[in-house]
C-alpha cells in the first residue's frame, strides 16, 4: 500500500513539474502561452504576449514587440511606436512551507495524541508574466522618439531568435 502511495505522490510531483514551455505561438485560450491582439482602430493595436511559467521577463517583452511588428508589417506599415505598456504576474512568489499539526481524541478507557509536520514547494517553475502593449502604426520615416521601433529590423532581430 505504501509502495501505491509513493509511486502515486512522486508522478503527481512529476506531473506538476511539466509546465508549457515559452514558445512564440497564437494563444489558444484566455490562459495559453502566446500572443493575441485586438486591433482597437486602423494602425492601433492592444497586443498581449503570456510567456509560461518561470519564462524570462526579457523573452516574453521580446516576442510581443515581435508581434507587433509582424502586425505592422502585414497591414503595409513601416513602424510602431509602443503608445502604453503594461506586465502582469501571475503564480510564484512563494518558497517553501512548513506547518505542524496536532490533536488528540478520547476512546473512552484509551486516548490518543498525533502530530504531524508538512511541507509543501511550488513545483510550478515560477512565476507566469504577461505583457501587454498598445501600439501605433506608421509609414515612411519614423519619428525620433522614445518608444519608437523600425518593423523590419524588429523581425529580423527578434524573428531570427525564435
Do not use: H, N
Not at 29 to 40: D, H, I, K, Q, T
Amino acid at each position: 500500500m505504501a509502495r501505491i502511495l509513493l509511486s502515486a505522490l512522486a508522478a503527481l510531483a512529476l506531473t506538476a513539474c511539466a509546465t508549457a514551455p515559452t514558445r512564440y505561438q497564437p494563444a489558444t485560450g484566455p490562459a495559453a502561452v502566446g500572443y493575441s491582439e485586438f486591433r482597437l482602430e486602423p494602425g492601433r493595436y492592444r497586443i498581449t504576449f503570456r510567456g509560461g511559467p518561470g519564462a524570462p521577463a526579457q523573452q516574453v517583452a521580446d516576442y510581443a514587440l515581435l508581434r507587433a511588428a509582424e502586425l505592422a508589417l502585414a497591414d503595409g506599415y513601416d513602424w510602431f511606436r509602443v503608445a502604453d505598456r503594461f506586465v502582469q504576474q501571475e503564480g510564484g512568489g512563494s518558497g517553501p512551507r512548513i506547518s505542524l499539526g496536532a490533536g488528540g481524541a478520547d476512546f473512552g478507557r484509551r486516548s490518543s495524541v498525533g502530530v504531524g509536520v508538512g511541507t509543501s514547494f511550488d513545483l510550478g517553475g515560477g512565476p507566469a508574466l504577461s505583457q501587454t502593449l498598445e501600439v501605433v502604426m506608421g509609414k515612411g520615416e519614423p519619428p525620433r522618439t522614445a518608444d519608437v521601433y523600425d518593423a523590419r529590423a524588429i523581425r529580423a532581430t527578434l524573428g531570427g531568435r525564435i
